[in-house]
């Protein structure tokens, strides 16, 4: 008769206690899309001036995938995603959201919701105080909240209640969507689309990802219902107009569902992005001649990039489907350290704002560029003032981090510089790591999340009118994603993540 230490026995029976968690168990998938479109005319968020749309280019949507996973009549655990044409999800539009769900499913843990922006700059502004919106003849930013509110939980009920049997499977592609947009210069300095034909520019700041990542839903009688695409790059080619627009995303869901069906989910992602966006740094005219030979406009060339991503990625992966797999979602509030305002900070942020305000007394009019700017260096003011009794001040940010399978999605609040996601990948044991930024953010002013190279390149996006976390914040968020990544994988379950040489090092 075989004797084993007792340590092994607890391993053994640890080994099953697992391996029975992550097995047998049922995946159920509901969809659902709502049209999240203003009413007209709508004020615009995304720059650094107002500008009204009186015309609609496409719609905006919401596009909702409900997640369970059970085992008989017991729940065991559950995700609801939902894709938003917007260029952010302020926290209070999210606890909106929550409270409207939970009034048409009380029973429903409203904390596993979490709304993704697209980044489109032609969406309707979500936060009071930033414009000054004309009172009368254009959509109120409590009006259309309300609005969204109410469209979004009704289809996230609708997804929720649908829910059926199906399958999933993952799959990756590469297309290149999103640019490193940080020029770096001869004297260490970096300036967000800043020349680059000339003397001294030295190259691009920061890495470019141009992976694409993709889960696909399938019901059971085998038709898709529904992917899931995260690119590494914000939804604002056409971010200057004056029109309501999804951006990349309209024409890349177009040819989606001509392709799989027209009643097709497609849930567009950012990845790890707050230094890449769509706009060209150099090779601008070899681009411009292949777009007019292809007669493409812009976005339909970014869209075509993105549509034989996917459809090679599907090609690929479409028998390899997962009807039992670990569904695993941890929700976590997590607290980082805000990046400090510095004396020579704050007191150029107050003279700019003493500026301003003479010019907005002179002429409130004609100034709200002046209105704007008072804002922007005026949150400056306020957190450096806050410093002086909170010599220490914390951000909290909510967390999430879903196992499906032998991929994980992780989100983050803010515009995240690549490399931070680059270095989640890379520590990664999933197979593939979804890292998604601007989920359920609240950060007005200051959404990006540089590197410390971006630190000290300067420049907006970098500079600390642009941050509320700084890169020992990044550090921070890093840490603790990975570690709640790599907490859902148990030692002794066989790893698919891939790489021999890391997984000798873990």
């Given at each position: 008769?075989?004797?084993?230490k007792?340590?092994?026995?607890?391993?053994?029976?640890?080994?099953?206690?697992?391996?029975?968690?992550?097995?047998?168990?049922e995946?159920?998938?509901?969809?659902?899309?709502a049209?999240?479109?203003?009413?007209?005319p709508?004020?615009l968020?995304g720059?650094?001036?107002?500008?009204?749309?009186?015309?609609?280019?496409?719609?905006?949507?919401?596009n909702?995938?409900?997640?369970?996973?059970?085992e008989g009549?017991?729940s065991?655990?559950?995700?609801?995603?939902?894709?938003?044409?917007?260029?952010?999800?302020?926290?209070?539009?999210?606890?909106?959201?929550?409270?409207?769900?939970?009034?048409?499913?009380?029973?429903?843990?409203?904390n596993?919701?979490?709304?993704?922006?697209?980044?489109?700059?032609?969406?309707?502004?979500?936060?009071?105080?930033?414009?000054?919106?004309?009172k009368?003849?254009?959509?109120?930013?409590?009006?259309?909240?309300?609005?969204?509110?109410?469209?979004v939980?009704?289809?996230?009920?609708?997804?929720?209640?649908?829910?059926?049997?199906?399958?999933?499977?993952?799959?990756?592609?590469?297309?290149?969507?999103?640019?490193?947009?940080?020029?770096?210069?001869?004297d260490?300095?970096?300036?967000?689309?800043?020349?680059?034909?000339?003397?001294?520019f030295?190259g691009?700041?920061?890495?470019?990802?141009h992976?694409v990542?993709?889960?696909?839903?399938?019901?059971?009688d085998?038709?898709l219902?529904?992917?899931?695409?995260?690119?590494?790059?914000?939804?604002?080619?056409?971010?200057t107009?004056?029109?309501?627009?999804a951006?990349f995303?309209?024409?890349?869901r177009?040819?989606?569902r001509?392709?799989?069906?027209?009643?097709?989910?497609?849930?567009?992602?950012?990845?790890?992005?707050?230094?890449?966006?769509?706009?060209?740094?150099?090779?601008?005219?070899a681009?411009?001649?292949?777009?007019k030979?292809?007669?493409?406009?812009?976005l339909?060339?970014?869209a075509?990039?993105?549509?034989?991503?996917?459809?090679?990625?599907?090609?690929?992966?479409?028998?390899?489907?997962?009807a039992d797999?670990p569904?695993?979602?941890k929700?976590?509030t997590?607290?980082l350290p805000m990046?400090?305002?510095?004396?020579?900070?704050?007191?150029?942020?107050?003279?700019?704002c003493?500026?301003?305000?003479?010019?907005?007394?002179?002429d409130?009019?004609?100034?709200?560029?002046?209105?704007?700017?008072?804002?922007?260096?005026?949150?400056?003011?306020?957190?450096?003032e806050?410093?002086?009794?909170?010599?220490?001040?914390?951000?909290?940010?909510?967390?999430?981090?879903?196992?499906?399978?032998?991929v994980?999605?992780?989100t983050?609040?803010?515009?995240?510089?690549t490399?931070?996601g680059?270095?989640?990948?890379a520590?990664?044991k999933?197979?593939?790591?979804?890292?998604?930024?601007?989920?359920?953010?609240g950060?007005?002013?200051?959404?990006y999340?540089?590197?410390?190279?971006?630190?000290?390149?300067?420049?907006?996006?970098?500079?600390?009118?642009?941050?509320?976390?700084?890169?020992?914040?990044?550090?921070?968020?890093?840490?603790?994603?990975?570690?709640?990544?790599n907490?859902?994988?148990?030692?002794?379950?066989p790893?698919?993540?891939?790489?021999?040489n890391?997984?000798?090092?873990?």
């Amino acid at each position: 008769m075989c004797k084993f230490k007792q340590s092994e026995v607890g391993l053994f029976l640890f080994t099953l206690f697992w391996a029975a968690n992550l097995c047998a168990a049922e995946l159920r998938i509901g969809t659902a899309t709502a049209d999240i479109t203003p009413s007209l005319p709508a004020a615009l968020m995304g720059l650094f001036e107002l500008r009204i749309a009186h015309a609609t280019a496409t719609p905006l949507t919401a596009n909702v995938v409900a997640l369970e996973s059970s085992e008989g009549n017991r729940s065991l655990d559950m995700a609801i995603m939902v894709s938003c044409d917007l260029v952010e999800v302020p926290k209070e539009l999210l606890a909106q959201v929550r409270d409207e769900v939970h009034k048409r499913l009380p029973k429903l843990g409203v904390n596993k919701i979490f709304l993704n922006a697209t980044h489109t700059h032609t969406a309707p502004v979500l936060e009071n105080g930033w414009y000054r919106i004309p009172k009368e003849g254009v959509t109120q930013v409590d009006g259309y909240r309300a609005f969204f509110a109410q469209r979004v939980a009704e289809a996230i009920a609708q997804a929720w209640n649908a829910r059926r049997p199906g399958s999933v499977t993952w799959g990756l592609s590469h297309a290149v969507v999103g640019y490193n947009r940080r020029a770096a210069y001869a004297d260490g300095s970096a300036k967000m689309y800043g020349d680059t034909n000339v003397p001294d520019f030295r190259g691009l700041e920061g890495y470019e990802d141009h992976d694409v990542n993709m889960l696909f839903f399938w019901n059971q009688d085998g038709k898709l219902i529904a992917t899931v695409i995260e690119v590494a790059c914000p939804a604002q080619e056409v971010e200057t107009d004056t029109t309501v627009n999804a951006d990349f995303w309209h024409p890349v869901r177009v040819a989606l569902r001509q392709r799989f069906g027209a009643d097709l989910c497609v849930l567009g992602m950012v990845g790890a992005a707050g230094d890449q966006s769509p706009h060209l740094m150099y090779r601008k005219a070899a681009e411009e001649r292949m777009r007019k030979l292809r007669n493409l406009s812009r976005l339909d060339e970014i869209a075509r990039r993105i549509v034989l991503a996917v459809e090679e990625a599907f090609e690929t992966v479409k028998n390899d489907r997962h009807a039992d797999v670990p569904l695993v979602h941890k929700v976590e509030t997590l607290t980082l350290p805000m990046r400090l305002v510095t004396e020579a900070e704050y007191a150029e942020a107050k003279a700019v704002c003493d500026k301003d305000a003479a010019r907005f007394a002179a002429d409130p009019k004609a100034a709200d560029q002046a209105y704007l700017e008072m804002k922007w260096y005026g949150d400056v003011v306020k957190r450096f003032e806050k410093q002086r009794t909170d010599p220490q001040p914390k951000y909290e940010m909510e967390l999430h981090v879903l196992r499906i399978g032998d991929v994980v999605v992780c989100t983050n609040e803010f515009e995240l510089f690549t490399d931070y996601g680059i270095r989640i990948q890379a520590r990664s044991k999933a197979l593939q790591t979804f890292v998604v930024q601007l989920v359920g953010s609240g950060l007005g002013a200051g959404p990006y999340l540089p590197t410390e190279k971006a630190v000290r390149g300067g420049s907006y996006s970098a500079i600390v009118e642009s941050n509320v976390v700084g890169p020992e914040g990044g550090k921070i968020l890093v840490d603790r994603t990975v570690g709640l990544i790599n907490g859902l994988w148990s030692d002794a379950e066989p790893r698919a993540a891939g790489d021999p040489n890391r997984q000798a090092e873990d």
